[in-house]
T-cell receptor, first 112, second 109 residues
Framework: SQTIHQWPATLVQPVGSPLSLECTVEGTSNPNLYWYRQAAGRGLQLLFY??????ISSEVPQNLSASRPQDRQFILSSKKLLLSDSGFYLC???????????FGSGTQLSVL | QKEVEQDPGPLSVPEGAIVSLNCTYS??????FMWYRQYSRKGPELLMYTYSSGNKEDGRFTAQVDKSSKYISLFIRDSQPSDSATYLCAMTYGQNFVFGPGTRLSVLP
């Protein structure tokens, strides 16, 4: 069966520090991968999605970036964090368009 | 107008009650519909996935889709305290997934 792993679960970082969040999917090949951010009491905001290695689509201009170095690995990065980057970050995957979307366990990021 | 709207607002019900959660959408391109349950500080868990207009039942959960009215619902029968969570509706066409803002449900013992 397929599983998605996301880490770390919690992260506290100072303003201006770098960020790297990692997500991997097991048990499937060539998944579509997504990064979402969920601010407190608000809906899910799509940040990036990828349909293949090296293929990244950005939905929101910001100081975050994403990379997909391997088929089942998706990384969210920042060179310098802002206070506004605080939030709950979720990785998700689907096998193909219109299929079920499955989420990881999330990373709570606090930028202080 | 938001692409997906969800009601009611925060909801508190007694244990055993029937809960009705609803979403409306404006884009007729949406073809597939989902309901997620999200506990605090956890990733959303997929509860229901539907395509056709009509009802789909899974245990205590029933998902209802009315494409002509652009309206979907989730019914929870015999609600339990463990159902206390935020419920998100979602819909998709192609690679795009759009989510409602969520309804926070509290089931009181």
């Amino acid at each position: 069966s397929q599983t998605i792993h996301q880490w770390p679960a919690t992260l506290v970082q100072p303003v201006g520090s770098p960020l790297s969040l990692e997500c991997t999917v097991e048990g499937t090949s060539n998944p579509n991968l997504y990064w979402y951010r969920q601010a407190a009491g608000r809906g899910l905001q799509l940040l990036f999605y990828s349909v293949g290695i090296g293929q990244i689509s950005s939905e929101v201009p910001q100081n975050l970036s994403a990379s997909r170095p391997q088929d089942r690995q998706f990384i969210l990065s920042s060179k310098k964090l802002l206070l506004s980057d605080s939030g709950f970050y979720l990785c998700a995957w689907t096998l193909r368009a219109n299929e079920k979307l499955f989420f990881g366990s999330g990373t709570q990021l606090s930028v202080l | 107008q938001k692409e997906v709207e969800q009601d009611p607002g925060p909801l508190s019900v007694p244990e055993g009650a029937i809960v009705s959660l609803n979403c409306t959408y404006s884009n007729s391109a949406f073809q597939y519909f989902m309901w997620y349950r999200q506990y605090s500080r956890k990733g959303p868990e997929l509860l229901m996935y539907t395509y056709s207009s009509g009802n789909k039942e899974d245990g205590r959960f029933t998902a209802q889709v009315d494409k002509s009215s652009k309206y979907i619902s989730l019914f929870i029968r015999d609600s339990q305290p463990s159902d206390s969570a935020t419920y998100l509706c979602a819909m998709t066409y192609g690679q795009n997934f759009v989510f409602g803002p969520g309804t926070r449900l509290s089931v009181l013992p």
